[in-house]
């Protein structure tokens, strides 16, 4: 901006709305909803071993509207939802939601009367979290993949959200900054033993 | 006291030791099979023969009477022969059930008697298009919640609860899930809620 030739040095600028997602994105709160054993792990992650701090998200609050970050872990029953969406609406904007572990994605294997199939039927979902249950690396990986969502990083998604097939423009613009990048670093990438003749 | 100085305990076989220990074991689990069947027996004496009938699968007594009766037996069970716990009250619905059945459901009730050491069951059919059957929570107040769980799950009403709501599932649900006439998925009641979405969803 040109800004810091007539501020001198201690000052940097930027703008506003990058500065707040500066902000929230290395401070987020988590609101645990822990109802099965992704909770556990979800307990490891925060504490001491995994210690989630290091990414700016160890104040748990068990109050919805202290915090901006929904964990789901667990199974999501009948009688659980509306308590879930309860919540959800308690929490302050701007907020993002976890969706962690098979169960609270998917259903997971228990496939009954009473259980929510996935809870993103019902509640908005950012991240979801593979697994049963998740590896805290897991889930330190998505509350990451979150921050760059919250600091407006264009979150890579292969999958179109609209017709739920690959998206093909997305993978050939990647391959295509892959290609870019290791020409440049590494130089151009040897040809295959097949190859050969057609080049 | 000082002759036992220098001495050594005797010698144990463990595998006689673990034998002789089996063979009591085994012992006495043949006097609570004798036991049991005296109990579930006596139960079946209360009644005129034809009215009760009593049977044996496994060692285990079960004990069928007629539901009318089934609470003054039930009483009698905890006056008389001592049976100062009901460990469970639930049901079976013999729907998908092989066999010639009376009646859709049995109430089953399940007594221990903590001095006896000993367990029987006692069971009653009840019918399909109006299932009921006297409570025993005024006998053991442990039967409480079982009877709502019972009722929360099948249906069956227990007369003289005095507050026989669902247990488990939502107040509002309806239907009674473990019936076997119920589907495994439902009803469509895990797909009925509303869908919250963001306000803001672009600016996000």
């Keep these: 901006m040109g800004l810091e030739n007539f501020l001198g040095d201690g000052f940097i600028s930027t703008r506003i709305k990058d500065l707040l997602a500066w902000g929230r994105k290395n401070s987020l709160w988590p609101m645990p909803f822990g109802t099965a054993c992704c909770a556990i792990e979800m307990m490891s992650t925060l504490s001491s071993r995994y210690d989630m701090s290091r990414f700016g998200a160890e104040v748990v609050r068990f109050s919805p509207r202290q915090s901006d970050m929904l964990i789901v872990g667990g199974r999501v029953t009948l009688k659980m939802m509306p308590v879930l969406q309860r919540i959800w609406l308690q929490?302050?904007?701007?907020?993002?939601?976890?969706?962690?572990?098979?169960?609270?994605?998917?259903?997971?294997?228990?496939d009954t009367y009473t259980m929510i199939q996935g809870v993103d039927q019902f509640i908005p979902i950012d991240v979801y979290v593979p697994g049963c249950p998740p590896r805290p690396e897991n889930l330190i990986d998505a509350v990451r993949l979150l921050q760059d969502k919250v600091a407006g990083k264009d979150v890579q998604r292969l999958m179109d959200e609209r017709t739920g097939q690959p998206n093909l423009a997305r993978l050939e613009a990647m391959e295509a900054r892959r290609a870019e990048l290791r020409a440049r670093l590494v130089g151009p990438a040897p040809a295959l033993a097949g190859q050969e003749a057609r080049a | 006291m000082s002759e036992t100085r220098g001495t050594s305990l005797p010698v144990l076989d463990p595998a006689a030791v673990r034998k002789e220990r089996r063979a009591r074991a085994q012992e006495a689990e043949a006097r609570r099979h004798e036991r049991e069947r005296a109990l579930a027996e006596a139960v079946t004496g209360w009644f005129a023969p034809g009215e009760a009938s009593r049977a044996e699968l496994r060692h285990q007594q079960t004990v069928?009477?007629?539901?009318?009766?089934?609470?003054?037996?039930?009483?009698?069970?905890?006056?008389?022969?001592?049976?100062?716990?009901?460990?469970?009250?639930?049901?079976?619905?013999?729907?998908?059930?092989?066999?010639?059945?009376p009646e859709r459901f049995w109430v089953v009730w399940q007594l221990l008697s903590l001095a006896q050491n000993a367990t029987i069951w006692v069971r009653a059919w009840v019918n399909e298009d109006e299932p009921a059957c006297p409570s025993v929570r005024d006998l053991w107040p442990a039967a409480g919640y079982a009877e709502r769980e019972a009722y929360d799950m099948f249906g069956v009403e227990f007369t003289g609860h005095g507050d026989l709501r669902r247990l488990l599932m939502p107040e509002d649900y309806a239907g009674f899930p473990l019936r076997k006439d119920y589907p495994l998925r439902g009803r469509g009641e895990r797909d009925n809620f509303p869908v919250i979405r963001r306000a803001n969803e672009e600016a996000l």
């Design chain 1, 91 to 110: 929490m302050p904007e701007p907020k993002w939601a976890i969706s962690m572990g098979a169960c609270a994605s998917c259903g997971g294997v228990f």
């Design chain 2, 64 to 101: 069928t009477v007629p539901v009318g009766r089934a609470h003054e037996t039930l009483r009698r069970c905890r006056d008389e022969l001592g049976f100062d716990l009901l460990t469970d009250v639930t049901v079976v619905d013999t729907l998908k059930l092989e066999g010639d059945h």
